[in-house]
C-alpha cells in the first residue's frame, strides 16, 4: 500500500514588500561620518515578503497579501516573489513607490536599516478576498511594517475563522492589548522582546509576554531561541555555528522556516532546531530573501524532515 503524501500547509502573510538597497561596508557610519562602501545590491525584501519567501521554500502554500507600488520596482518585487513560488494573485498595485529598506551591513555581518514605506501604507484594511484567502490557511503571518490597522484587521480576520496567528512585533513599538488579544504566537527577537515586556533578561520578557499571548518564541541571535508557553516549562534550542556574512534575513527565515514546521505538527523543539538549520544557512550568504535556503538544503543541515 502506497503511502499518500500530506499536502504542503498553506500560510497567508500579511505584511510589507520592500526593495532592500543594500550597502556593504567594512563599519557602519557614525552620525554625521561618511564611509567608503566596497560592494552595493538590490534586493527584494521586507518583512512581509521575506517571510512568505522564507515560508515557500520550506515548503508551504504560501499567499502574499500587502500592496507595491506603481513604479519600476512593483514588477520586480512581484514576479520575485513569483519565482520563489509564491501567490501574488492578491498583492495590490498602489499609485506612486513601492516600499524600500536603505540597509548598510557591515564586515562582521551586522545591520542598519531605515525603512520607507512607500505602498506599503496604502494598505490599511482587508478585502473580502484577503479574508477568504486567510480563512483557507493554516496559519497567518503578520508583522509591524503595514499600518496597525491593517495588521488588527487581518488578526481578526484569523481569529475569526480559527486560523492560528503569528506576530513578529518588528519594527518594535508599543502594541494594543486588543492585538495581542489576537496573537496565538509572538516570536520578538531580545530587543523587542524587552521593548514589549520591559524585562531585559530573555526568560523573564518571556514570562511578562505570557500575560497577553499564549505562546512566545524569542529569538536569540547566536545564542538560539527560548519557548515558553502558558503551563509549560521553556524550551532553549542552540544556534547552528556559522561564520555570518549577512544577518539581515536571518529573523525572517526562521519565523517562515518555524510557521511552516508547527504547521506540519512537528513537536516544539523539533520544528524550533529545524527554523535554527535554515536560519544558519541564510545568515551565511548575502541578501535578504536571496540568502534563504530550500526545504532540502533545511532537512540536509537538520539531519532529515521530522528529525531536526
Do not use: C
Request: hydrophobic letters at 45%; charged letters at 20%.
Amino acid at each position: 500500500m502506497t503511502r499518500s503524501t500530506p499536502a504542503p500547509p498553506r500560510i497567508a502573510v500579511l505584511g510589507s514588500t520592500n526593495m532592500d538597497l543594500v550597502a556593504y561596508v567594512p563599519r557602519a557610519p557614525r552620525l554625521g561620518e561618511t564611509v567608503t562602501g566596497r560592494a552595493f545590491r538590490t534586493v527584494p525584501g521586507g518583512k512581509g515578503a521575506n517571510q512568505a519567501v522564507a515560508a515557500a521554500r520550506a515548503g508551504a502554500r504560501v499567499s502574499m497579501l500587502g500592496a507595491v507600488g506603481s513604479d519600476d520596482l512593483g514588477p520586480r518585487l512581484r514576479a520575485a516573489l513569483a519565482e520563489s513560488g509564491v501567490d501574488t494573485t492578491l498583492l495590490r498595485t498602489a499609485d506612486g513607490p513601492s516600499g524600500t529598506a536603505h540597509i548598510v551591513v557591515d564586515d562582521d555581518g551586522g545591520n542598519a536599516i531605515v525603512v520607507v514605506p512607500g505602498a506599503n501604507a496604502s494598505v490599511t484594511g482587508l478585502t473580502p478576498e484577503d479574508e477568504a484567502r486567510i480563512a483557507a490557511a493554516d496559519a497567518l503571518l503578520l508583522q509591524l511594517e503595514l499600518p496597525l490597522d491593517a495588521v488588527i484587521a487581518g488578526a481578526r480576520a484569523a481569529r475569526r475563522h480559527g486560523v492560528r496567528t503569528v506576530l513578529t512585533p518588528a519594527p518594535a513599538r508599543p502594541l494594543p492589548r486588543e492585538l495581542l488579544a489576537l496573537v496565538d504566537l509572538l516570536v520578538p527577537n531580545e530587543h523587542e522582546a524587552n521593548a514589549l515586556s520591559g524585562a531585559a533578561d530573555p526568560r523573564a520578557a518571556a514570562d511578562g509576554l505570557l500575560r497577553d499571548v499564549p505562546e512566545v518564541v524569542v529569538t536569540l541571535g547566536a545564542a538560539g531561541s527560548l519557548y515558553a508557553a502558558r503551563g509549560a516549562r521553556p524550551v532553549t534550542v542552540p544556534s547552528r555555528p556559522v561564520r555570518a556574512v549577512d544577518t539581515t534575513a536571518a529573523g525572517d527565515t526562521f519565523t517562515g522556516a518555524l510557521a511552516v514546521a508547527l504547521a506540519e505538527g512537528r513537536p516544539v523543539p523539533d520544528a524550533l532546531a529545524w527554523a535554527s538549520a535554515a536560519a544558519a544557512l541564510s545568515v551565511g550568504r548575502a541578501g535578504a530573501s536571496s540568502s534563504m535556503p530550500y526545504r532540502e538544503a533545511i532537512d540536509a543541515l537538520a539531519g532529515g524532515p521530522g528529525t531536526a
